[in-house]
């Protein structure tokens, strides 16, 4: 009883949070949190979260440490969104007072304690406010209020001073046409993968003959490293083209955006054709007799009733492959497929961390939006039913 | 009507269904009953091509079902499948309005009809119609698929194990209701059960499946009378068949003028002046039935029946039990 008693001025606190808490605190101490450099090429000299000026920075520091130790999910995690937003305004602050004292030339990049405090508080924030459980609608509200927050900032200029963002006025219309470039690969990969892999699947649903024909062929074609598979398909498509010049008008070519398109679509058939299964078979046999017995037909059977039964567990597919394909699309650019991957395979070239960043966060950022956003579409549409 | 003629369904090496034959006139109430895997929902089933028979042939008003395309006999004919199969993704309303919907009804005359089904059913149209099946007990749901089986007002009406889930009351409530709108309808209605009970309460004629036949068919009265040997006595169960019988008959059937001088009527009760007794009087709805147990309960030679507050005659209990002896 005694230990309880000794305890009890702790009860409001996550002890397993020290884990996450200490390397935190030591990681923002000992890593610079911003680097600053007189100009693009040298390197530069480190300031740490410390040496920045004023309250602000010892609050950070004090928070890094206090809050992931906050017991209730709801104080947790709204005070780590705090956080990440008071690691976004320092950042900027800081840049621009740096950016002042050592004039215009001066780079000033983000450090690996930004990153620390950053990705540890996010972690912290999505740890709580998840624990809350919060209706699918209000997480879409939430996060489309801190994306317009960020959004705003970033317009705003509150980020101008960092090195990013000098990289980024330096290639906007590059940036532009890698963000086109990416979504166009997502998008155009997923239709026609729901195209052929719905139907497929339906298929397969339906016959054992077509399920031990089509999953192992999908299952090698998902085990194909990416890299292989683009140079796999240069080679017909070169000559599929040569064969046919009426398609090179179209834009089809052994490189480019048709290689890509196709490998993508192809990592993204056995997730869909797999879930589809699943969904298929996930609905009840009451619900599919009862449409037949009232008298539906078949494709109204197929529309009515057992799409919407099995979307939940399709969308979970396409959540798969949306996410997967918001990565590999960056490795279309090896072989000029566009998509942010050529802002990262230039800054590579130049050993412009940068420009490679410039090219990483937004596919981050997709990743999160997309994972976010189709959850709760699939938590909306498994609504109330069950 | 509806003719079935040598239906047979094997599945492999089993037969599911045997050389089955009977009739369902327009407007008749036919139970078809019998223990479980004797064959009764793939009779069924076959009524409305769920599944097509091996053998024999179904006429449905005189029309071969094969030649019928297949939706249209299937939204002619009202279905109650085993185990209810809402769909789960849509409200009660939207269930009940499935065919309907599928038959192009304007908006205004489904939401109408699917007021009326619900409130038949004594479920709150406001509270019910915008919940999902998941939201509704067992019985509820019972309900909205018999519900939605009726909703287009359809002259077949097939019916596999539609009240099995309930409590007595309940369940003898929805029978009630059940019987009182096959009977404005004029539906004619198939009801698997394996409930002797509701099968005498509801049909006209009750057919006894084993193994896939019928072994004997017949009006309720004929089975508890003269019951074949072997399974459809053991089935049809002999102890309380005089009680049985007199469950299908109605107390209007017997009722004399006799003795309503000595009763008055005071609120309700009746009081028998000799004695200065109160009697529950009994009402033209109730079954002979009950007026057994209660002249049993009462000591009484007679009781007194009252429609509409009035006292209209005499329930005698000579004349009860002459409708239960055997012949
Ligand atoms: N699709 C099928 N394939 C193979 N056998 C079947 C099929 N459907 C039914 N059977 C068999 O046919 C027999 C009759 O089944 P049916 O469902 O008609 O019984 P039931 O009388 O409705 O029983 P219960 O009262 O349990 O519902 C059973 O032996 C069953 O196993
Ligand atoms: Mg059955």
Not at chain 1, 225 to 238: D, E, H, K, R, T
Not at chain 1, 348 to 374: C, S
């Amino acid at each position: 009883m005694s230990a309880g008693a000794a305890a009890a001025p702790f009860r409001g606190i996550e002890g397993a949070a020290l884990v996450f808490a200490v390397p935190a605190v030591a990681g923002l101490m000992a890593l610079p949190f911003l680097t600053v450099r007189p100009n693009r090429i040298v390197s530069g000299d480190p300031l740490y979260l410390w040496e920045a000026a004023g309250g602000l920075a010892v609050a950070a520091l004090l928070a890094a440490a206090l809050v992931p130790l906050i017991s209730g999910p709801a104080l947790r995690g709204g005070l780590s969104v705090a956080g990440v937003a008071l690691a976004l305004f320092l950042v900027g602050r800081e840049a621009d007072a740096r950016l002042a004292e050592a004039g215009d030339l001066a780079r000033i990049s983000l450090g690996g304690g930004f990153w620390l405090m950053v990705a540890s508080f996010a972690l912290a924030a999505a740890e709580g406010l998840s624990r809350l459980e919060p209706p699918p609608l209000l997480r879409l509200g939430l996060t489309a209020l801190m994306a317009a927050a960020f959004g705003t900032a970033l317009v705003s200029g509150w980020f101008d001073g960092l090195s990013i963002m000098q990289e980024y006025r330096a290639n906007a219309g590059a940036f532009r046409s890698a963000f086109w470039g990416h979504l166009l690969l997502v998008g155009g990969s997923l239709l026609p993968a729901l195209a052929i892999g719905l139907p497929l699947g339906r298929a397969c649903f339906a016959s054992p003959r077509w399920r031990r024909a089509a999953i192992p062929i999908l299952n090698i074609l998902q085990t194909t490293p990416s890299i292989a598979m683009f140079g796999l398909l240069m080679v017909p498509l070169a000559a599929l083209v040569a064969a046919v010049p009426d398609l090179r008008r179209l834009g089809v070519a052994g490189v480019g955006a048709t290689p890509a398109l196709i490998a993508l679509t192809l990592y993204s058939l056995l997730p869909i054709v797999t879930n589809t299964v699943a969904g298929f078979a996930a609905i009840p046999a009451q619900s599919r007799e009862a449409g037949r017995a009232m008298g539906m037909t078949r494709r109204g059977l197929l529309i009515q009733v057992e799409l919407p039964l099995a979307a939940p567990i399709i969308l979970t597919g396409v959540r798969i492959v949306v996410v997967q394909n918001i990565g590999l699309a960056a490795i279309a650019a090896l072989i000029g497929g566009g998509g942010f991957g050529t802002l990262i395979f230039r800054g590579m070239g130049q050993t412009a961390m940068d420009l490679v960043l410039l090219g990483t966060l937004p596919i981050v950022a997709l990743a999160i939006v997309a994972t976010i956003v189709l959850d709760a579409v699939i938590d909306l549409l498994k609504g109330r039913r069950r | 009507m509806i003719e079935v003629e040598g239906l047979t369904k094997r599945f492999g090496a089993t037969t599911a269904v045997d050389d089955v034959s009977f009739r369902v006139e327009d407007g008749e109430v036919l139970a078809l009953v019998g223990t479980s895997g004797c064959g009764k929902s793939t009779t069924l089933r076959m009524l409305n091509r769920l599944i097509d028979p091996t053998e024999g042939t179904v006429r449905i008003d005189g029309r071969d079902i094969m030649q019928v395309p297949l939706e249209e006999l299937r939204l002619g004919i009202g279905y109650v499948i085993q185990g209810v199969g809402l769909f789960p993704h849509w409200t009660v309303a939207r269930n009940i309005a499935t065919v309907p919907r599928l038959m192009r009804w304007d908006r205004a005359r489904i939401d109408a009809r699917v007021r009326e089904l619900l409130e038949l059913f004594q479920l709150d149209p406001a509270e019910f119609g915008d919940k999902y099946p998941a939201q509704l007990s067992g019985g509820q749901q019972q309900r909205v698929g018999v519900a939605r089986a009726m909703a287009a007002e359809p002259s077949v009406l097939l019916m596999d194990e539609p009240f099995g889930a309930l409590d007595p009351v309940t369940r003898a409530h929805l029978q009630d209701e059940f019987e009182a709108i096959q009977r404005r309808l004029g539906t004619t209605v198939i009801l698997v059960t394996h409930d002797m009970d509701e099968a005498f309460k509801l049909a006209d004629r009750i057919a006894v499946m084993d193994t896939g036949r019928i072994l004997q068919i017949g009006r309720s009265e004929l089975l508890l009378r003269e019951p074949q040997e072997g399974f459809v006595r053991q089935f049809v169960g002999l102890d309380d068949r005089a009680l049985r019988i007199l469950s299908l008959h109605g107390v209007a059937e017997i009722a004399t003028p006799h003795k309503v001088e000595g009763w008055e009527v005071l609120d309700g009760a009746v009081v028998d002046q000799a004695s200065g007794r109160r009697i529950l009087p009994l009402a033209p709805s109730d079954t002979l039935r009950e007026a057994a147990s209660r002249i049993i309960w009462e000591g009484a030679d007679s009781l007194p029946l009252v429609e509409a507050g009035m006292l209209v005659g005499a329930v005698r209990a000579e004349d009860v039990w002459r409708v239960g002896r055997r012949a």
